[in-house]
Structure formats: C-alpha cells, structure tokens
C-alpha cells in the first residue's frame, strides 16, 4: 500500500467502531493502537532479547535498566512485556489484562504517551463494548514494519491521521491541527535565505514549537529541510499543554526516529521545560485571543523581578490576549552572535494595532521594531483555518537581517492567493495552493515593492501620542489662570494627536511636534496647545491602510438598472404564486 492507502485503511477501523463511539472519538482509539501496532513492528527482531535481559536484569535501578533494555532492543524505547499482538489475540478472553500487562511493558516514554491517551480507559471501555478483540485484531493484520514501511513514511501516514482525526472533530480541530500548506508556507519564508546553509553536507540545525500541538510544524520543516539536503539533520524541540496534543505530538517524534524527549509536556510560560535552550529556528501557531489569567501571577512576577532579564522586559499585553506574551517567549530563544535566529509565527490582526501608545502591546511592537527584530507580516486570505475564519498573519522575526532587510519592514498582502476547496472542514474553506505558496515566497524573496508587497522604514509606523489641550473659559467668558499665570486647560476640550515618526527617529522632537500644530491643528483652533510632559511613542501597523484601493462608486444609471431588473423579477415570481 502507499502511504493514503495504510491511513485510510488504518482510519477504516472506525467501521468497528461507529455506534459505540462519537465520530468525534474516533482519532482517540485509532491514533494510540496506530502508535502501540507500530512500536509493535519496530521491537519485533529484539523482543525475545529485551525480555531474557529484562529477566536477567532484576538488580538494577529502573533509570539503569532502561537504558540496558533500549540498547538491547536498539531504539530509543522498549516493551519487555512477554506479550505482543499476535500473543494478546492467542488469548482472546484475557485480552484486557493482557492488554493492560503490554502497555505496562513499555518504557517510561512510551507509558507517558499512553497515559496522555488516557489508554487504560480505552482498554476498559473497548472491553465492555466487546470491541476490543476486534480492535487489536484489525490492527494486527497491518503490516508497519520498518522493512516495509520508513519512519518518514510512517511519519506520513501519521500526519493523514491526525489530519482525519481534525476533520472528524471540528470544533476542536484548531488546537489539534495547522493547516499543512499553511506551514509550508512558513517554512519556506524562514529557510528561503538559508538554503546554502542548510545545503552543507553534514549540518545539524535546531527548531522549536513553544506551542507544538501536535507537531504539525515540526514534521514538516524536518521533512522540507531533508528535500534540500537528504543528509541534513534537523532536531526538533517542543512543548505542548493539551495532553492528547502532546502524546499525539511525542507519538510521531518516536514513530519519526527522532528524540522524544525533546518534546516537553505543560505550560510554556509557567514551566518552560527548555529554559536554558537557544534554537536556530521557531514557528508557532498559538491559539488566538486567549486570556491568560490563570498565569498572571508568575508571568507579572517574573516582568516585575527580571525585567528584560527575563522574557517580559518589554511590557505586558492586556489579560484577554496573550498573543504577544508567545512572541516574546521565542524571541528570548534567539541565539546570539552571527548566527542568530529566525522565528515565524501566527497572529490573528489584533497584535497589529491593539492598544495606544504607552499600552503593554503598543510598547512590545515599539521594542520589537526599534531592536530591528520584525522582517516581514504576511497577510494571508481568510478561512484557512479549522476553528475560524478571521484574518490572520505571519510575522517573521529575526536578529540576523540581510543587509538590505536592516532597518526595513516588508508587509505582503497575500490575501488573494488561494483556491476554494470542495468541501469545507469547519471554518476552513479557502487552502494555499502549492502555486499560491511559491508565489507568496518569491514576492517575499524578491523584496521588492508593488501591487502586493510595500517596504518601510522602521519608524514607519511609530509615532508621539501628543496631548492637546484648551483653554477653561471661567463664568465671566474669560480664560481661566493658573498662580502662574498660564491659562488652565479643560479637560473636557483635550484632545489627542498622533504625529508621525520621520525616518530614524525613535521620538518627535518639540521642533516635529510644533510644526505639526502649526500645520493640522491650529488653523482650527488657535488657542490649542501641547502638554509635553504627556507625549508618549507607540507603534502600530495599519495593514488595511497601506493596501487599500479605492473602488469608484458605480453609476446611479448602473443602479437603477439593477432596482428595475429586481423589480421585474420579483413580479414574476408573484404572478406564478398568484397564478
């Protein structure tokens, strides 16, 4: 079989078990036997050994033992169970303690990801439904051996389950599961320029999802960097705090041949798992909008006692979003030097604009730009997604710009690059064609300006928040003073102004300021003027605006060609009800 036919027939096990289990939960039984019969496959030469020396090996610690039986067995992982697939079916009426008493079997990772799944829970249920002989048995009959079927192979035909797993579930498809082209697409913009790297014979380099779902990102730059040198290795890291996400996520490490214990279960933020790790490279998809509330404390503590020791330095984003908080945790992941990083990373358009000048958000944009980290925001079409059909963005970040790049920001509209699909999964209705992607990636690749691509300074997009105020009118229709003698200002007539950075400013000088005033605001007001001690910088980056296109009206004779037409349409639609 080739790899769509092994999923579907895999996938085909749901036949067992519709009417006893939502279609929703199907991926939750299929997904940890796929992972158990495969794991099966890989220890079938070394099992016999690994069970004598597990006998033979009783005195030893168990941190000792496992890394005698791995070695044993050959792999990063080992069953010293006296069962396997064909035993569990030789005793068909035992088959849930024997079940229980394999899965045991496993080593420490291995047990971890069947806990994830919650398998003993399965096992039981499965039992009681008298399903799982039939199960087990199903699956027996697939051939995944390693002599037939490659870990890349096996990698492959995980992610269609995991795929089908998505589509079946909808509503929680969007933690589970990225949009496969969606990431390609990140990953061709962050290995674009590196290709001569990563082209060298024998080159190891490092990738890192903080948010890592079910390593969706992580399979495919490794499958993408292995197109460009089949003798590259790329080691991959992540953490992921959904449970059936993480085993989901560990499962495909240890099917792939790479080091499972490179992926860390919990919170990014409360528990980074890789504190002291720098990465040559990072994605993430983090959820959008999220509040992040129930971390509040440790996140304000650590902003409050490590400042820009720690991740926070530069501010904090209001409670409802934590977009921003993810962005910062990667970036204090950059290596530095000349090697630097390179991150890519989806945000809904709220990270954009939200928040006025000296706001957490508007302060973390102000610091990203002024550091010259931000490269590139790609606006892609909307519902691309599972779980929603809002617009969403890439940001490349980076502290190792191209030299024609320093100082620079490319925003790229690639709003109308894709194609409808014939069949929507939740949300998603639109997909990025492979012919979209190369097009998205040359318009980023040539860094030039036009129809789809603007380039912009730095300071661009900042600008002094300035505060102007009125003067108070007392009861006598006169000006009101201060003891100095300067007018008092009303502060229901004060007002607020963005004066706009000039190139390479980080701040407006009173001199920009002035002028400003003399331009805009005092042919209207004459009296106005500007508190200084109340300017404040912030940044924020109008997308909408800088693509905008103006659409003429149409013609009172267009639409009073469409009224009359309407009319005598919906007049024959009458008469036939009527007649």
């Not at 490659?150 to 492959?156: L, P, Q």
């Not at 269609?160 to 990953?187: C, D, Q, W, Y």
């Not at 909307?382 to 940001?395: A, C, P, R």
């Amino acid at each position: 079989m080739n790899v769509q036919e092994l999923a579907n027939f895999i996938w085909s096990v749901a036949d067992l078990l519709r009417g006893d289990y939502k279609q929703s939960d199907y991926g939750e039984i299929i997904l940890p036997f796929t992972i158990l019969r495969r794991l099966d496959c890989v220890l079938d030469k070394t099992k016999d050994a690994v069970v004598e020396k597990h006998a033979s090996s009783k005195d030893l610690n168990e941190e000792a033992l496992e890394k005698v039986l791995n070695k044993v067995a050959g792999q990063k992982f080992h069953n010293h169970s006296k069962y396997d697939f064909q035993k569990l079916l030789a005793d068909p009426n035992n088959i849930a303690r024997n079940m229980r008493n394999y899965a045991a079997g496993f080593s420490s990772n291995a047990r971890e990801i069947l806990e994830m799944f919650k398998f003993e829970t399965k096992v039981k249920d499965l039992d009681n439904k008298n399903l799982l002989f039939l199960v087990t048995e199903k699956f027996a009959a697939v051939d995944l051996h390693p002599k037939h079927v490659s870990n890349m192979e096996m990698g492959y035909v995980f992610e269609e389950l995991i795929r089908k797993f998505a589509e079946t579930s909808n509503e929680t498809a969007g933690e589970h599961f990225t949009p496969r082209e969606v990431i390609r697409l990140m990953v061709n913009i962050l290995f674009i320029n590196d290709r001569d790297i990563l082209t060298q014979k024998g080159i190891v380099k490092t990738l890192y999802d903080c948010a890592c779902g079910t390593g969706g990102m992580l399979s495919v730059a490794e499958e993408y960097l292995h197109e460009l040198n089949p003798e590259a290795r790329l080691e991959v890291f992540g953490q992921e705090l959904n449970e059936t996400s993480y085993a989901i996520c560990k499962s495909d490490m240890m099917i792939k041949g790479q080091n499972p214990s490179n992926i860390k279960f919990g919170n990014s933020f409360t528990k980074d798992q890789l504190q002291e790790d720098k990465f040559d490279y990072m994605l993430a998809n983090p959820p959008f909008g999220v509040e992040w509330k129930k971390v509040q404390k440790e996140i304000q503590n650590e902003a409050d006692e490590l400042g820009f020791g720690g991740r926070f330095g530069a501010g904090l984003p209001r409670i409802s979003d934590g977009s921003f908080l993810f962005l910062q945790h990667l970036i204090s992941k950059m290596k530095n030097g000349s090697n630097g990083s390179r991150i890519a990373i989806v945000f809904n358009g709220s990270p954009l604009f939200t928040g006025s000048a000296g706001s957490g958000e508007s302060e973390i944009r102000r610091w990203i730009i002024e550091n010259d980290l931000l490269e590139t925001i790609v606006a892609l079409p909307d519902q691309l997604f599972y779980n929603t059909g809002i617009s969403t963005y890439v940001w490349v970040v980076t502290n190792r710009k191209e030299q024609k790049r320093k100082g620079k920001i490319q925003l790229i509209n690639g709003t109308a690059f894709f194609k409808k699909m014939s069949r929507s999964l939740g949300n998603k209705r639109n997909e990025l064609s492979d012919e979209d992607i190369s097009t998205i990636t040359k318009i980023y690749g040539d860094f030039k300006a036009g129809k789809y691509s603007k380039i912009f300074n730095n300071s661009d997009f900042g600008y002094s928040r300035i505060t102007v105020e009125r003067p108070l009118i007392d009861e006598k229709g006169k000006i009101a003073k201060d003891r100095n003698g300067d007018p008092k200002p009303d502060a229901k007539l004060r007002d607020a102004e963005n004066v706009p950075l000039k190139k390479g400013q980080v701040v407006s000088t009173e001199k920009d300021i002035d002028e400003y005033m003399q331009k805009e605001v005092l042919p209207h007001v004459p009296d106005a003027w500007v508190d200084h001690s109340k300017t404040k910088v912030g940044y924020e980056i109008n997308f909408t605006k800088y693509f905008y296109e103006y659409k003429p009206l149409r013609s009172l004779a267009e639409i009073r060609a469409e009224i009359l037409a309407l009319e005598e349409e919906t007049e024959g639609m009458l008469r036939e009800i009527v007649e």
